[in-house]
Antibody, heavy 120, light 107 residues
Framework: EVQLVESGGGLVKPGGSLRLSCAAS????????MNWVRQAPGKGLEWVSS????????YYADSVKGRFTISRDNAKNSLYLQMNSLRAEDTAVYYC?????????????WGQGTLVTVSS | AIRMTQSPSSFSASTGDRVTITCRAS??????LAWYQQKPGKAPKLLIY???TLQSGVPSRFSGSGSGTDFTLTISCLQSEDFATYYC?????????FGQGTKVEIK
């Protein structure tokens, strides 16, 4: 069974940093691109970042470019999101999502999310 | 980035109704479109990919159509468990984007 479990969320002050993790199991993690998607309270889904299976290709939404860094450790079946210079508008539930591996790159499995709150 | 616009943003319907949600892309995306369902406090769930292909396990009352810039999600006979928020997402561009969501509420 495919499982994605996020962790690392919490309360952080504006300007602070936080590192999210996503532990994957039930599939060959090293064969899949992975994504982070966030959802501010009461708002819609916003794609944040993606990383290819071997970390060769990395993309960011303009809203986080230069502040967030996505990475992965295929030996540990883990995905990460390093978030720096956090702002109030980064407050959201952060989901990791697996990307279907070929031709149609939809998100077929999602974690349950971890809440990040940026507030003084 | 490609902008995805859904309409309506919300509406009320009754069990048994046929409902249609529209998603428009700011540029052509071929059929690289997915639809997701999200219930409060839960992660999104994939319903449809490639604009019209039903994900395994999703009831056949859900269907999708369209290509290029205009897409629709149809629920042929609304069930109680279908009251939720629905999102379209394009994966034509490496910068993935979602529509703003359509909330389907009970009338």
């Amino acid at each position: 069974e495919v499982q994605l479990v996020e962790s690392g969320g919490g309360l952080v002050k504006p300007g602070g940093s936080l590192r999210l993790s996503c532990a994957a199991s039930g599939f060959t993690f090293s064969s899949y691109s992975m994504n982070w998607v966030r959802q501010a309270p009461g708002k819609g889904l916003e794609w944040v970042s993606s990383i290819s299976s071997s970390s060769s290709y990395i993309y960011y939404a303009d809203s986080v470019k230069g502040r967030f860094t996505i990475s992965r450790d295929n030996a540990k079946n883990s995905l990460y999101l390093q978030m720096n210079s956090l702002r109030a508008e980064d407050t959201a539930v952060y989901y990791c999502a697996r990307e279907h591996p070929s031709y149609d790159y939809y998100f077929d499995y999602w974690g349950q999310g971890t809440l990040v709150t940026v507030s003084s | 980035a490609i902008r995805m616009t859904q309409s309506p943003s919300s509406f009320s319907a009754s069990t048994g109704d046929r409902v249609t949600i529209t998603c428009r892309a700011s540029q052509g995306i071929s059929s690289y479109l997915a639809w997701y369902q999200q219930k409060p406090g839960k992660a999104p769930k994939l319903l449809i990919y490639a604009a019209s292909t039903l994900q395994s396990g999703v009831p056949s009352r859900f269907s999708g159509s369209g290509s290029g810039t205009d897409f629709t999600l149809t629920i042929s006979c609304l069930q109680s468990e279908d009251f939720a928020t629905y999102y379209c997402q394009q994966y034509y561009s490496y910068l993935r984007t979602f529509g703003q969501g359509t909330k389907v509420e009970i009338k």
